[in-house]
């Protein structure tokens, strides 16, 4: 009985210690883009959330600005002015990174962001992925969730 509970309290011991060395690299991962991407979205934030491609047009990477090229995109980016102006937003969290590759930009460095933000018709939470050069940052891909989108009225 003595060995069941040792090697038990063994394990839960090497478990609690994976968790902490996890949390601890992930918030040093986190803590390296503090000075620079998170200002860099909170920039950039009111310039996506214009609804104006024009605005947004220069913050986009050289592959997301091929996608906004098509008419169709560039009219559902802003058929997003349903949820109206920006009123305000939380401090982006830090979601994950990974290294890349882009035929326009070399090696680079992809980061995803997650910002709690309010609009004039409700919360919204913004998924961004940014990529980065090492010279500047540049929004590659965002998804916007929101109640607002949400069928309110049902199937009949």
Same mark, same amino acid.
């Not at 906004?68 to 349903?82: L, W």
């Not at 997650?114 to 940014?130: C, H, M, N, R, Y």
């Given at each position: 009985?003595?060995?069941? +509970? &040792?090697?038990? *309290?063994?394990?839960?011991?090497? /478990? @609690? ?6 949390? %601890? ?30 605005? +947004? &047009?220069?913050? *986009?990477?050289?592959?997301?600005? /091929? @996608? ?6 560039? %009219? ?81």
């Amino acid at each position: 009985m003595h060995l069941i +509970l &040792r090697r038990s *309290l063994i394990f839960i011991v090497l /478990l @609690v210690a994976g968790l902490v060395l996890y949390a %601890t690299w992930f918030d040093i991962k986190a803590d390296r883009y503090d000075e620079t991407a998170v200002p860099y979205l909170r920039a950039a934030l009111p310039d996506l959330t214009s609804w104006r491609y024009e605005q +947004l &047009r220069p913050l *986009l990477s050289p592959s997301a600005r /091929l @996608v906004f090229e098509n008419e169709k995109v560039q %009219t559902a980016y802003r058929g997003f002015d349903r949820i109206g102006g920006l009123i305000s937003m939380e401090k982006p969290q830090y979601l994950a990174d990974s290294s890349g590759n882009s035929k326009e930009l070399g090696d680079v460095e992809i980061i995803d962001y997650q910002v709690e933000v309010q609009f004039d018709s409700g919360p919204a939470t913004i998924k961004i992925k940014l990529v980065t050069d090492g010279k500047s940052y540049y929004i590659d891909h965002f998804g916007i969730h929101s109640e607002i989108f949400s069928d309110q009225q049902g199937v009949d």
